[in-house]
């Protein structure tokens, strides 16, 4: 089922090149070539409630350096305060590196980019805050480090100056009323990296006044950010929604399920997220991820945010993600994007050690999308296909099928006619699973009912021969079931293509606990043949990547269920946020309410975690018949 999902991830809108970019090239355009950003003139600004020239950042980290980027691009003055001389260096440092970049990429002229710097002033003393109309505080993520400095700034600041914390997940409304008036502060939660990340999330609480909740919101806006507006409630929109994910993603690396590289391979290739999920924990901040996953925790008591024991041990290591140079990866320097190899960086010699066995012929079973696509994605590396069918009309339609897809290649430039001809030549369709005797390995695509695969697997242990390898495509099913069908359970694994499978890249390969090494290595060599990037893993329900996507989507509509936020909004929070390429509810549509209720029900059975339960809005709206796109209704209503 995994693979309904990525087809409309797939076929999402705005899913284009622009997620291979690296999100400090979208920053500045990258995905608009040719496109040169400048500094808006102030007097091209649209008319505002509030007039601001000078506000302050406090706090020059992975946040705030990027705070000041965002106000100083669009013309306003900024005072950028530190702790130490050596960290406003930092601070600096960091400013200077990301708009050389943008010159060096012809995004931002030398010109523009000595305004932008001239109209930044850093000190190590927040007394030169003292003309700001508003102040951005982005100090780490510990309540009383901000009280104290909310504190300080009542006797700083003038009398109407807006005081704004971008705390992540704290609450907003103690900060406030660690000031005299309270009614001017509010939450500007950025996004990492803010100069790139569309989204502000302006957070109002109980106290804070109209007016001043309006001038930001308007603020932000002049900014070119789209802000949504949230209650007082630790994680607001996108990090309630995408902590849960991250935290459920570091507990599958710690628990050695699937590497750090195949666990971030599966999220960007299988939903075609910008980052995976342990690599956007290093982006941002061991440490601010462990204190905002802590806060969600006593917050909401909700087990699914406890921190994974791993992140406070790195933590603690000094191992901060890329700020430190090293997180779950390794970078070259501290501050750096670009991983250098380390001790769990994969080399070749170690996936060989298992050996492999020659894989020349493949039987692929079943006449549906799967099938189809996976017999063309062999047949076009050149492997002799036979595919089986259970009737020669529906061998007659993959045939059909698979002759079109290839023709549409040949129009699009994609493939030659020789190639199509040649493809073509490789396969050979039948109604007889005796004529598999011969093939070195068969993938089942058939119908995802267990007792229709065990009776499949039990004749193919008969029919083929010792040694061949039998696979299941299954994205739902134990493969241990399968393989105790057979007497061979060692030759038998799980190879979960995506659909569709002629374009998806990735392939989950899954080990049961009988699978021999010498298999799953087989199987990785063949996605390589075949142009497939495989990600291993263990033979849980979900695999990799529905075990990270589904319980997110769920917790998505229990936020909506519980009225915190529209669908609108959530699904813009993580387009915007998070640079997902569909929103939840978006998504959920496309793949089928009914569909996702079955998954969540899987993951629910087998994990028994009380989180994974699904949310009684799903299950109602399956019950009345709204599955979604095609019933015409789901979340939301289709002409
Ligand atoms: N990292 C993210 O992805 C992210 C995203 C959105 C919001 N946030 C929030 O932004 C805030 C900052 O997080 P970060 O990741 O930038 O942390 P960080 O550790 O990278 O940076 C914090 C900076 O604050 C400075 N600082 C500490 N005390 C100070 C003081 N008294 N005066 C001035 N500067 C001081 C530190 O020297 C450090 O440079 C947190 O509230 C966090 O939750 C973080």
New binding site residues.
Partial sequence: MGGEATVVVDAAPGYDETHRTTLEEVAWGASRPGRVWRVQPLCETPPMAREFTKVGV???????AGIVEVFARNGIDVVA????DE?VE??RGVLQHSTDRAVTRGKLTPEDQTALHARVQFTSD?ADLKECQLVVE????HLD??KD?FAKLDAIVSDDAILA??????PVTEIAVATINPKRVVGM????PAPVLQFVEVIKTVITSDEIFEDVKALAERLGKKPVIVGDKAGFIANALLFGYLNHAVAMFESKYATREDIDAAMKLGCGYPMGPLALMD???L??AY??LDTMYKQGRDRLHAPSPIIKQMVSAGLKGR?SGRGFYTYAAPGSSAVVDDALTPTAAAGSTAGTRPVRTVGVVGSGTMATGMVEVFAKAGLDVTFVARSEAKVEAVRAALAKSLEKAVQRGKATEEERDAALGHVRGTTRLEDLAQVDLVVEAVVEDLSVKRALFENLDEICRPDAILATTTSSLPVVECAAATKRPQDVVGMHFFNPAQVMKLVEVVHTVSTADDVVATVQALCATVGKHAVTCGDRAGFIVNALLFPYLNDAVKMLEANYSTADDIDTAMKTGCGLPMGPFELLDVVGLDVSLAIERELYLEFRERGYAPAPLLEHLVTAGYLGRKTGRGFRTYA
């Fill in positions: 406090i706090g020059l980290g992975t946040m705030g305060v530190e702790v130490t960290a930092r601070g927040m982005a100090v780490p993520e480090l901000k400095i914390t971008n705390t992540s997940s704290l939660h950025f996004f990492n982006l941002i901040g440490d601010t204190e905002i700020k």
